[in-house]
């Protein structure tokens, strides 16, 4: 099994920035595509961004592209999150994920094999 702990969320202002990190524990993930979902209140869980397994490729959602870049250190079994320019709307918990089917990012969150429990990230207008 693997398991997936988040880290780096927080208050921040709009405008600011936030790094989240996820660390992979009990089964290696450097062969599986690293991700990450959000979910504000109230509201669904929804994709935000995708890392291939080797990191040549990348997926945004149109709301963080731009903004947002995922990187990963299959070393340290660890996928990142750096959230610039941050806005209110971005305020969410947000869910490390893993798969070994980039795909399944595309399908939705019932397709990932693996989540991690959240980090709150709060966006202050």
């Known amino acids: 099994q693997v398991q997936l702990t988040e880290s780096g969320g927080g208050l921040v202002e709009a405008g600011g920035s936030l790094r989240l990190a996820c660390t992979a524990s009990?089964?290696?993930?450097?062969?599986?595509?690293m991700g990450w979902f959000r979910q504000a209140p109230g509201k669904g869980r929804e994709f935000v961004a995708v890392?291939?397994?080797?990191?040549?490729?990348?997926t945004y959602s149109d709301s963080v592209k731009g903004r947002f870049t995922v990187d990963r250190d299959n070393a340290k079994e660890s996928v990142y999150l750096q959230m610039n320019s941050l806005k209110p709307e971005d305020t969410a918990s947000y869910y490390c994920a893993a798969d070994p089917d980039y795909n399944a990012y595309r399908r939705g969150p019932d397709s990932i094999n693996y989540w991690g429990k959240g980090t709150l990230v709060t966006v202050s207008s």
């Open positions: 009990g089964r290696s993930v450097s062969s599986y595509a």
């Open positions: 890392i291939s397994w080797r990191g040549r490729a990348t």
